[in-house]
């Protein structure tokens, strides 16, 4: 067990409509991170949040946004669902700001789109 | 896009041989870290060598890294069923972002 925590495991949902993915990070960890995984484009990093402020930013759509709250858990909202978004979509969590060590991942959202 | 391309892309083996991955990546890095992921399942962080170390061990892990060539190794040594599992290298680029490769699916065969 990592020590994050991901809800839902598991959503299916429509194409147009919009989800809230929700991370809760490691105790004591500031950072959290959010990941993209699907078969076509691999591990994809989308966006990086430190103590509520968003520190790094990847290949995250302008349909996705993201943010950490003060209690340090974080949302991805999806919205305006396409097909190509159906995915799993992990959070991770590390103590510090940079991507120098080690982060801990979560057992990921899978989310299907129809 | 990806900083680091692991190779092979699948390896099957027999139970007690022993495993060799490879990630080749584009670009300086701080340090690479190899993650194992079981099937849908998260990540798991496995071990992480800096830009100043040539090798590191971990239990049966043992890891090469050779910023000349820009290229890592991971060997796991007396591999297992239970090591079945992808394997992906990750590097953090000049954006400070861990980006991970493709991934080597192993297949550990009792």
């Known amino acids: 067990d990592s020590g994050v925590t991901q809800t839902p495991k598991h959503l299916i949902t429509a194409t147009g409509q919009r989800v809230t993915l929700r991370c809760s990070p490691r105790?004591?960890?500031?950072?959290v991170y959010w990941y993209q995984q699907s078969l076509d484009q691999g591990l994809q990093f989308l966006i990086q949040y430190y103590n509520g402020e968003e520190r790094a930013k990847g290949n995250i759509l302008e349909r996705f946004s993201a943010q950490q709250f003060p209690d340090l858990h974080s949302e991805l909202n999806l919205s305006s669902l396409e097909l190509g978004d159906s995915a799993l979509y992990f959070c991770?969590?590390?103590?510090?700001?940079?991507?120098?060590?080690?982060?801990?991942f979560g057992e990921g959202s899978r989310l299907t789109v129809l | 896009s990806q900083q680091g391309e692991e190779d092979p892309q699948a390896l099957s083996i027999q139970e007690g041989e022993n495993a060799t991955m490879n990630c080749s990546y584009k670009?300086?890095?701080?340090?690479l870290q190899w993650y194992r992921q079981n099937s849908g399942r998260g990540l798991v962080h496995l071990i992480l060598i800096r830009s100043n170390e040539r090798e590191k061990h971990s239990g049966r892990l043992r890891v090469t890294l050779d910023t000349s060539k820009k290229s890592s190794s991971l060997l796991i040594t007396a591999s297992r069923a239970a090591d079945t599992a992808s394997y992906f290298c990750a590097t953090v680029n000049a954006g400070n972002m861990l980006t991970f490769g493709g991934g080597t699916r192993l297949m550990v065969k009792p």
């Open positions: 670009t300086s890095i701080n340090n």
């Open positions: 991770a969590s590390s103590a510090g700001q940079g991507n120098t060590g080690e982060l801990f």
């Open positions: 105790s004591g960890d500031l950072s």
